[in-house]
Structure formats: structure tokens, C-alpha cells
T-cell receptor
């Protein structure tokens, strides 16, 4: 059984640029969630996808968008990067209402 | 909406001593409760979860937590800690009506185990 894998592990971007982060869900999982973890804080829910449709969104602006593909892999896109977007971005997959999420190791994004 | 308060930002403790990491939550609906651990430069690993049933929940690595509905608490305990338990611990809640667990996390508690 493969776990949740994220790529890249680290990324440096300039303010105003766009970035795409990728996530491969754990085998058999059909739900994927994305979280932003700023330094010294707990993760914050960005959005969730279930069977390729957005199924909930946190308090993040529209420049944060996502996709879930038929194989249940996922992308997080962030446009017009701001300095405050610097954070660890965590992807998590799960299956069902009471299935705990399995997290990847995250992508560390630095915006300069 | 749900919220989580972790009452201690850092907890220093000597090896083999007991430890309690405190977590209080606020919610207008029934919830599921979770504790996750995060080691440096890694993602989150599930320690234990409360979904229903017995209020004392046992998890991995010798950790346990007790759900107290009247006090809206879900404190994490371990009777004897090891150096390897040094990490950051997050309490999280999700509404039972939410599909797929949209978790609300606390700010985290850093557990520092000293020899």
C-alpha cells in the first residue's frame, strides 16, 4: 500500500508568480484535502475534493484553486503569489465519512 | 463552526515522566476528535481518534486520550515519555456531519523530552 506523496518537496517562487503543487493519494482513497500550515501554526483547511468535485472550502481566496483527477491524484494551484503564502502545504487523502486522513510530508513553498 | 484550543504551546518534561497535553474544543454539533503528531520536516501522523463509544481512546506509541463532553476536552496523555516522543502535537476536530473530515486544528503543542 503506497502512502500519500507530494511533489516537489521544496519550492521557491517570486511574488506575483503562479505555482502548482501535486499530490498522489493513497491507494483506494477517493477524497483529497489540502491544508496550509504557516510557520508555528496548525494546518488550515483550504479545500477538499471528492470524486473530482470540490466538496468544501475554507477561508481562502479564489486564487487558490484545485483539481482532482480520475486516478484521484490532485493539484493545488495558487495564482498571484503573496509573501504570506509562504508555508508548508499538506495534502491528505481519505475514504468515507469516518476515515481519518492520511497526510503526505508536504511541500515547503517560499515566496520572496 | 468548530474551534480548537491547545492550552500549552510548549511542554518540557523529563524522560520517563508522565505527560498531559491539553485540548479544548468548541462546537455546536457532534464532533469527531483526533490527535496528530508532526516530527520535524514531516507531515502529520494520526495518533488516535474518538468517533463514538468509549470515552477513553488508546492510540499508537503508548498514547491515550479521554473525551469529556461536559468539559469539551480531549486531553492527550502518556504515562512515561521517551526522547523519541519529542515532536509537535496537534488536536483536531471535525463535525460528524461533514463528509471526509474537514479538520479544524489547534495551534499545536511542542513536547520537549529531556534526558
Amino acid at each position: 500500500e503506497t502512502g500519500v506523496t507530494q511533489s516537489p518537496t521544496h519550492l521557491i517562487k517570486t511574488r506575483g508568480q503562479q505555482v502548482t503543487l501535486r499530490c498522489s493519494s493513497q491507494s483506494g482513497h477517493n477524497t483529497v484535502s489540502w491544508y496550509q500550515q504557516a510557520l508555528g501554526q496548525g494546518p488550515q483547511f483550504i479545500f477538499q475534493y471528492y470524486r473530482e468535485e470540490e466538496n468544501g472550502r475554507g477561508n481562502f481566496p479564489p486564487r487558490f484553486s484545485g483539481l482532482q483527477f480520475p486516478n484521484y491524484s490532485s493539484e493545488l494551484n495558487v495564482n498571484a503569489l503573496e509573501l504570506d503564502d509562504s508555508a508548508l502545504y499538506l495534502c491528505a487523502s481519505g475514504q468515507g465519512r469516518v476515515s481519518p486522513l492520511h497526510f503526505g510530508n508536504g511541500t515547503r513553498l517560499t515566496v520572496t | 463552526a468548530q474551534s480548537v484550543t491547545q492550552l500549552d504551546s510548549q511542554v518540557p518534561v523529563f524522560e520517563e515522566a508522565p505527560v498531559e497535553l491539553r485540548c479544548n474544543y468548541s462546537s455546536s454539533v457532534s464532533v469527531y476528535l483526533f490527535w496528530y503528531v508532526q516530527y520535524p520536516n514531516q507531515g502529520l501522523q494520526l495518533l488516535l481518534k474518538y468517533l463514538s463509544g468509549s470515552t477513553l481512546v488508546k492510540g499508537i506509541n503508548g498514547f491515550e486520550a479521554e473525551f469529556n463532553k461536559s468539559q469539551t476536552s480531549f486531553h492527550l496523555r502518556k504515562p512515561s515519555v521517551h526522547i523519541s516522543d519529542t515532536a509537535e502535537y496537534f488536536c483536531a476536530v471535525s463535525a460528524t456531519g461533514e463528509y471526509g473530515n474537514k479538520l479544524v486544528f489547534g495551534a499545536g503543542t511542542i513536547l520537549r523530552v529531556k534526558s
